[in-house]
């Protein structure tokens, strides 16, 4: 016998036994192989898509992944590899291709690649984070911009002789400021969301989660008011229009979240406020407005469909702002100083 077959006609071990199964480590490193960024780029966005994102975010996520991946070809390294995404290799992306931006547009890239480098992980394709330790450029904490309750009043006043086209642009805002809608959940509203007796709507949120939020008995009014008057004249030249969305464009077609924004912008130019509030910034006025009438922060977070009560602190982060702007500015006695502490007597 000039040798031993160590493994039968099946496949198995010594004497027909099954060898040992390896860990994922082991088999890590044993089928480890090369991952090439921009071959994994259009698997991430379907993951973001199947969990619910918004097109508008995932299009955010495509654009600063592509131009990280664009940044290193320039360096010559055309097929960017995820291990080479080393901690010196992010600061220097930082310092050089993103220097120009303001600082929360650079963390923002930066969570995009690192939200990236994660999925990577959870594929087990790679098996750490290479730039772990990266500090992500620090955002100046600010006053959110947002409206407070008498100009909500003035950017929700119907002029006379409104036309058709405003009447459906303040049905819009009202209802954002009504319920606190994200403009992207606004315009996902079909007619049958609405429970018109009970004052309620229901609504899809981040990840695809249902809610239901109530809506004030002006916005009920003024949704009637569009649902008979405007709408039913919003229709394309074959006279057809979508016959579920709520909010329509001019040819009857469901109203899109890039439209919103510009007749809030251009309503506010209209009214004298400044602009400079975004449909996101009506979602701030109803959480800091709720919060300021005594509203309870835990409801608050149910109605914005937020899973962390965190995330709801910081919508309202400027009534606090504001309080302690008000107390500094009015107090009679916040700015004067407490009298020294008297020291003790040194030891004789």
Known sequence: MTGINLLNSQGGGVGGLVPPQKTKAERRKTQKMAIIVSDYIDSFLQSLRLKGYSDLTIASYAGDLSQMVLYFERLGMPNLLAEDLTRQRMRQWLADDLIGMKPASRARKVSSVRSFIHYLCRQELIERVPFEN??????????RPTYSVDQMSVLLAIPAGADALKIRDL???????SSGLRVSELVRV???????????IRVIGKGNKPREIPVTSTAIDLIGRYLVEVRPGLVDKSGGQDGEALLLNAKGGRIT??????????????????????????????????????????????????????????YTHNHYERMVKVYDNAHPRAHISAPAKPQPDSPK
Request: charged share 30%.
């Open 134 to 143: 990266l500090q992500s450029p620090k955002v100046p904490k600010s006053l």
């Open 171 to 177: 049905t819009a805002f009202e209802l954002m400021y």
């Open 190 to 200: 079909d007619i049958d969301d609405f429970d018109f007796i009970e004052g309620w």
């Open 257 to 314: 979240a890039r439209s919103i924004r510009r007749l809030l912008h251009d309503d506010e130019i209209e009214k004298g406020l400044s602009g400079d509030v975004s449909p996101h910034g009506l979602r701030h006025a109803f959480a800091t407005h709720l919060l300021e009438a005594g509203a309870d922060m835990r409801a608050i977070q149910d109605m914005l469909g937020h899973s962390k009560l965190s995330t709801t602190a910081r």
